[in-house]
Each structure stands twice: as structure tokens, then as C-alpha cells.
């Protein structure tokens, strides 16, 4: 299960239950005729309900007898509430079987609905927001979370609204029946009241703190089973099984926690309510034998209090439910919260007519305040020019590819894009700029042509074949069964690593942009076919502006300028040339990879 806020199993208590249980409403809004009309079902079939009781009251007057009618029974009078009694449960049944359908068929629509919110916020979130969050943790809320909402609304709202116009309807039946009889009611009622908010008060913290701790245990799985192989690779296999177990067990102690408090609520109530009665019936014999009410209204009180006292019960058994579902919602209405992208300036214009003149001066930034990763950081990229970026890891190579893509905003100083502060150009201008091939690959489920031709729409199957051509993969997809209509699995898992980048490389070329970014662009592919590739990379960057990040020097000898990076600085730039002749920290980069 998802967490419900706190992650790594951290207790956190719900914020706003009333806010969450407003904004769900408002979501059942957009189907309000439909939803008035089931309400309208609702309270005729509560009606057929309130009136069995009444019917069968009268039926049982009806077979009563005084002293001088002894064995006198009036048939007519017992069948003729019986058959009403039955037409009102018959009536009652069926519009309930209606409301209970209406509401399914509603609440699928709200949660299609909420399913779609939180899948286009995720389209307008910062990279940030997915830097910081599980991917597990994302997925668990907009599949398990709506569903548990989506739940809530189709079987625990009707539920509530029939248990409390039952209760209220009850109610009055008794109050008409006997002022006297309601009087036991009047005092186990508070009892049942003040019992289900204090147990309220108690299950929903450890309700947040068991989503917390499934919501942990989900990313963990999602982790463990996207590093598999690597899993395998180091033999791990018993200490991750550990692990999980760790985590396993803390999920369940916090199940076993929340449910068993939550399990005593109903049998509690149940109790309470069952002392009413016996109250009710030492009261009622008691009037009885005064001759102040009749068998008739008796029987009558004692069915209403049953229908008075067992929704009271239900509300009881489905409330920890309840607060499941309002931890859930909170979660997603938690993301729906999160801040999108900073919005473009009203001033922002579309980058067009693009040259390729990137330059950043006195750039510093942190992902995290206080912790700068790049200290006054200045480039020069004239328009087809080639800038390779070296350094060992964590020197803050790929942060400047975040920052020229403004996935990030920086913290002081200026980048500009041909002439153009970052800020004064709109970012979907700004990154159709550019075309990517990063070390991460990235395929989807569907055909190799689709997966080639996913940034460029309308591209032709010639335009296809030329770039696969260039990016030295077009006799491998002819070797497949359906050539480029083969299918890629989910992530690619039915073609290797190397060929993965090789079909990014052929989407980065058919993507005909002026500036390019290549963040290790030929690490998984084998040394033969990495010169190939290279050959159909210096064809791909000629006249374009071009950023490499490298780790193999080899690959960037031809570069314009190469940045040398440490510690966020820039330590040396220059030609290959150039920067070997210092004998400095490239020179000693380049040649340890030759020892």
C-alpha cells in the first residue's frame, strides 16, 4: 500500500481531512444531476425501509387478541400489512441495487478523472519533484491511492447516506411510537458517539503510518526490481531478501496495529447498542404490564431501534475504511498541490530561428540551498561550435546540461541562448532547441519505427531508415522478425543496452535542431561500433552547437573547447591540444586512461 504523506515510514498526521473530504466532493460535482438523482433514490428507498417496521407493527396488532377475543386472529388485517411490508422491501431493495450501481459507474468516472489531473500535473512538475520522490511512491498514487478513493465513493459514501437518513427516520418513527422508550436510547446514543470519535482520534495516525510504511516497502520492491540484474551480478540476493523482510515486517506491524485497534470499534458499539435493547426491553415490558403502550408499538420500537442502532454499527466497522480513503486522497491531492514549473515571464518569447549561441556568465548554482554545486561557472559556445565537458564524477557535468535545458533555474548569474536570457524565452521553445541523447536510455512500449520517430511527427519511414542508417543499427532491426515494425517491450527489455542507445542516437539525428546535448552518448556500445557511430556523430554535429560530456577522451579530441571540471569549477579549458601541452589536469585525465 502507498503511504499516505510521511515517507520511510515517518508518522504524519493528516492535515485537512475536512479540505480533503470538500475537494473530493467538488470532483463528484461534475456528475451532481446524476448524483442528486441517486441521492433522491437513496431517500425514497431509506423511506420503504423506515416503513417495513410500521407494517409489520400493524400486522402483529393485528394477530394480537384482548381478554374477550381469545384464539381470534385478523387475517386480513396480518396479510394485508404483510403484502405492504413486502412491496416496501421489495421497492426498497431494488432502488438501493440502483443507487449502489450509479455510484460505481460515478465513482469510476471520478477517479478516471482524478487519474487524469494527476498524470498531467506530472506532465508540468519540475525535475526536481522527481529527483526527490520514489518512482514507486509516484506510481502507488495514481493507481492504488485513486482506486482506494474510488472505492470509498461507490460502496462507504452510500453507505453513510443511507446509515444517517436511517438513523434520523428511525429516530422520529420512535419518537412518535413512545417518548418513554426513546429515553434508553437517549442514553447509550452519547455513550456509542463519543467511543467512535475517540477511536477515531487513535486509528487514523497509525492508519498514516501503515500507508507510510507499505508506501516505503512499495519503493523499495520498485528499486530491488529495477536493479535485478545487478542484484544477480553481485550475488545479493540473500541480503536484499533481508532486507525486504525488514521492511516487510514493519509494514505488517503497522497493519497489525492499525487494524486491530480499528477491529475493536464495531464489536464495542455493537455491544453499547445491545445494552439499549435489553433497556428497551425491561422498559417496554414494564409499560406493557401498565397497559401504557401495546404489543403493536412495541414491536414496532424495537425494530426501529434495530434499524436506529445497527447503522450507528455499519458507520463503525466502515469508518477506518473512511480514514483510509481520506489518507489516500490526501496523498493525491498532496501532488496535485506540489508547485508546477515556474511559469514563463508574460514577456517570454519563442526561441526561433535558431543559430546556437550559448553563453553562461558567472553561473552559480546548488540543488540544495546552501550546497553550491557550481561555483562562477562562464562558457562561450559560438554557433557550431563543439564543447565537450570532462571531469571525474560529481564535478558537475550534468548539472550544466540541467541548467542549459533550464531544468533548473540558476541562483545567480545569467545563461544565453542567441543573445537571449533563459528567463525572456519560453522553456518549450528553449528545449525544442535542443535534441538529447543521454547514457540513461529511454524506450517505450511499441513499434522501433514509432520509437525512432517519437520527436518528429510525421516522419516518414525514408527518414527513418536514413537515420538508423547513420546510427549504424539498420542491419540489426532488418535482422528482426518484423523489421521496424518490431515490437519493444516495456523499457526495452527484448533488445540489448547498446542497441537501446543506438535507436536514441537515430531519434536525436531525425530530430533536426540546431544545438545538441550528448551525455555519454556511446557508453554502452562496444569500441567497433562506437568508432561507427562516431563517424555518424561528426556528421550529426557538423554546424550545430554541440555539448559532450565524456568520460573516453578519446571521443572528444576533435571538440572545439573542452571544459575540464572538478568541484564545480572549471579548472582548464581549451583545445586537446592545447590542453595537453599544460600538462595540467587533463593532461593527467587523458593519460590514465592509457596506462
Known amino acids: 500500500m502507498p503511504p499516505r504523506g510521511g515517507r520511510n515510514g515517518k508518522l504524519e498526521k493528516p492535515r485537512d481531512a475536512k479540505g480533503t473530504i470538500v475537494r473530493t466532493l467538488k470532483y463528484m460535482m461534475n456528475y451532481r444531476y446524476v448524483v442528486l438523482i441517486l441521492l433522491l433514490c437513496t431517500f425514497v428507498s431509506n423511506i420503504g425501509n423506515l416503513l417495513g417496521p410500521l407494517f409489520a407493527g400493524k400486522a402483529i396488532g393485528g394477530a394480537s387478541f384482548a381478554d374477550d377475543m381469545v384464539g381470534r386472529v385478523d387475517f386480513d388485517t396480518v396479510f394485508h400489512y404483510a403484502k405492504l411490508m413486502l412491496i416496501a422491501y421489495l421497492a426498497s431493495n431494488v432502488l438501493s441495487f440502483t443507487v449502489n450501481l450509479g455510484m460505481m459507474r460515478v465513482s469510476r468516472k471520478v477517479a478516471q478523472k482524478m487519474r487524469r489531473d494527476v498524470f498531467e500535473k506530472l506532465m508540468v512538475l519540475p525535475v526536481s519533484y522527481f529527483d526527490s520522490h520514489q518512482a514507486g511512491d509516484i506510481i502507488s498514487r495514481v493507481s492504488y491511492d485513486i482506486d482506494v478513493v474510488s472505492t470509498c465513493l461507490a460502496t462507504d459514501v452510500v453507505q453513510v447516506l443511507t446509515s444517517l437518513v436511517t438513523v434520523v427516520g428511525s429516530f422520529i418513527m420512535m419518537c412518535a411510537i413512545s417518548l418513554p422508550l426513546v429515553t434508553c436510547m437517549v442514553i447509550t446514543l452519547p455513550a456509542a458517539i463519543l467511543y467512535t470519535r475517540y477511536m477515531g482520534k487513535r486509528t487514523r495516525p497509525r492508519y498514516a503510518k501503515r500507508s507510510a510504511a507499505y508506501g516505503k516497502m512499495n519503493g523499495y520492491v520498485e528499486e530491488m526490481f529495477s536493479g535485478q540484474k545487478t542484484i544477480l551480478a553481485y550475488a545479493y540476493e540473500d541480503d536484499v531478501c533481508g532486507d525486504f523482510s525488514n521492511i516487510n515486517h514493519e509494514a505488517a506491524d503497522a497493519y497489525r496495529d492499525a487494524d486491530v485497534l480499528g477491529m475493536t470499534m464495531g464489536p464495542t458499539i455493537g455491544m453499547i447498542n445491545n445494552l439499549g435493547m435489553a433497556m428497551i426491553g425491561l422498559l417496554g415490558a414494564l409499560l406493557y404490564m401498565w397497559r401504557i403502550v401495546g404489543m403493536e408499538q412495541i414491536s414496532s420500537f424495537v425494530l426501529y431501534s434495530r434499524k436506529f442502532t445497527g447503522p450507528i454499527n455499519e458507520i463503525a466497522n466502515i469508518i477506518n475504511e473512511i480514514y483510509s480513503a481520506l489518507a489516500a486522497a490526501e496523498r493525491v491531492f498532496a501532488l496535485l498541490d506540489q508547485p508546477e514549473e515556474v511559469a514563463d515571464l508574460p514577456h517570454a518569447t519563442v526561441l526561433s530561428n535558431v543559430k546556437g549561441d550559448v553563453e553562461a556568465s558567472h553561473v552559480s548554482f546548488g540543488y540544495v540551498p546552501g550546497k553550491t554545486i557550481l561555483h562562477d561557472l562562464s562558457l562561450k559556445a559560438e554557433p557550431g561550435q563543439t564543447i565537450a565537458i570532462v571531469g571525474h564524477t560529481g564535478?558537475?557535468?550534468?548539472?550544466?546540461?540541467?541548467?542549459?535545458?533550464?531544468?533548473?533555474?540558476?541562483?545567480?548569474?545569467?545563461?544565453?541562448?542567441?543573445?537571449?536570457?533563459?528567463?525572456?524565452?519560453?522553456?518549450?521553445?528553449?528545449?525544442?532547441?535542443?535534441?538529447?541523447?543521454?547514457?540513461?536510455?529511454?524506450?517505450?512500449?511499441?513499434?522501433?519505427?514509432?520509437?525512432?520517430?517519437?520527436?518528429?511527427?510525421?516522419?516518414?519511414?525514408d527518414e527513418v531508415v536514413a537515420v538508423a542508417k547513420a546510427a549504424r543499427i539498420h542491419n540489426y532491426i532488418m535482422r528482426l522478425p518484423e523489421g521496424y515494425n518490431t515490437i519493444i517491450s516495456e523499457d526495452g527489455g527484448n533488445i540489448s543496452k547498446g542497441q537501446k542507445q543506438l535507436l536514441t542516437i537515430a531519434r536525436a539525428m531525425l530530430y533536426d535542431t540546431q544545438m545538441l546535448i550528448l551525455d555519454e552518448a556511446t557508453s554502452n556500445v562496444d569500441t567497433n561500433t562506437e568508432q561507427q557511430v562516431q563517424k555518424a556523430m561528426q556528421e550529426l554535429m557538423k554546424g550545430k552547437t554541440s555539448f559532450v560530456i565524456a568520460h573516453r577522451l578519446s571521443t572528444i579530441q576533435h571538440a572545439d573547447k573542452i571544459l575540464v571540471m572538478e568541484h564545480g569549477d572549471v579548472l582548464e579549458q581549451g583545445t586537446h591540444e592545447e590542453l595537453m601541452e599544460k600538462k595540467g589536469t587533463y593532461y593527467k585525465l587523458y593519460a590514465s586512461q592509457f596506462e
Do not use: C, P
Open 395 to 461: 564535478a558537475g557535468k550534468t548539472t550544466i546540461i540541467n541548467l542549459l535545458m533550464r531544468f533548473y533555474d540558476v541562483d545567480s548569474g545569467e545563461i544565453r541562448v542567441d543573445g537571449n536570457e533563459l528567463h525572456d524565452i519560453t522553456r518549450d521553445s528553449l528545449r525544442r532547441a535542443y535534441a538529447m541523447v543521454l547514457q540513461d536510455t529511454w524506450v517505450f512500449r511499441g513499434t522501433i519505427f514509432e520509437n525512432i520517430a517519437y520527436g518528429k511527427e510525421g516522419a516518414t519511414m
